[in-house]
Structures are given as C-alpha cells and as structure tokens.
Nanobody, 122 residues
Framework: VQLQAFGGGLVQAGGSLRLSCAAS????????VGWFRQAPGKEREFVAG????????YTADSVKGRFTISRDRAKNTVYLQMNSLKPGDTAIYYC????????????????WGQGTLVTVSS
C-alpha cells in the first residue's frame, strides 16, 4: 500500500490546518492508521491513531483538545484536523498504516507516507 500525506503549509499561531492521508495500491480500511511528526533535531513522535472503524482513538497529550483524527473508509482517507496551532507544532507530519486494526503509540507501522511539512509562525 502507498500512502500520501498532504495538506501541510504555513500558518500563523492559533490557526488551523487539516491534513489528509490517502492510500493507493490497496485499501487500508481494515487497518489502524497513525499520524506522527518529526521536528528538526528531534525524534519522531506519535500524534494520534485511529482504529479500522474509528471506534478507538489515541491522541498524544501534547495535542489533546487541539487535534482530531478521523477517517472516511469509503474514500480510503484519514484526516488530522489541527486547531489552535502553536510554533511547537512545526514539524514534518507522516501518516502510517498499523499492522493491526488499532493504531496506538506502541503498534507496528510497516507502511509510511512521505510526509507533509507544517510550519507554524509566531
């Protein structure tokens, strides 16, 4: 399966962006999908994950209350709505497909998209 993340860009602090993760090659409708980010000079971190049917969602404490993950199985797409953005959210954001039906921080993610850059200015 090939994943493509898009929707990144430059936004002012307090603004919003919606990232999308689309799958091609085969569906990922039966797999969990996670969003991760990596800021310059920092390790990659888990942001949010959603199970195959959207019934189980994990969100990192650093973005809880500001970011919302969702999915449209018919469109084979997972979204990350990001509100109240802060300069500390600046990073390359990646989506990845879990090996299982859930997508938590500790799951395995064998398939990754190429990432989309989010820059939040102060």
């Amino acid at each position: 399966v090939q994943l493509q993340a898009f929707g990144g860009g430059l936004v002012q602090a307090g603004g919003s962006l919606r990232l999308s993760c689309a799958a091609s090659g085969r569906t990922f409708s039966n797999n969990g999908v996670g969003w991760f980010r990596q800021a310059p000079g920092k390790e990659r971190e888990f942001v949010a994950g959603i199970s195959w049917n959207g019934g189980v969602i994990y969100t990192a404490d650093s973005v809880k209350g500001r970011f919302t993950i969702s999915r449209d199985r018919a469109k084979n797409t997972v979204y990350l709505q990001m509100n109240s953005l802060k300069p500390g959210d600046t990073a390359i954001y990646y989506c990845a497909t879990s090996r299982t039906a859930v997508a938590g921080k500790g799951n395995e993610y064998p398939y990754w998209g190429q990432g989309t850059l989010v820059t939040v200015s102060s």
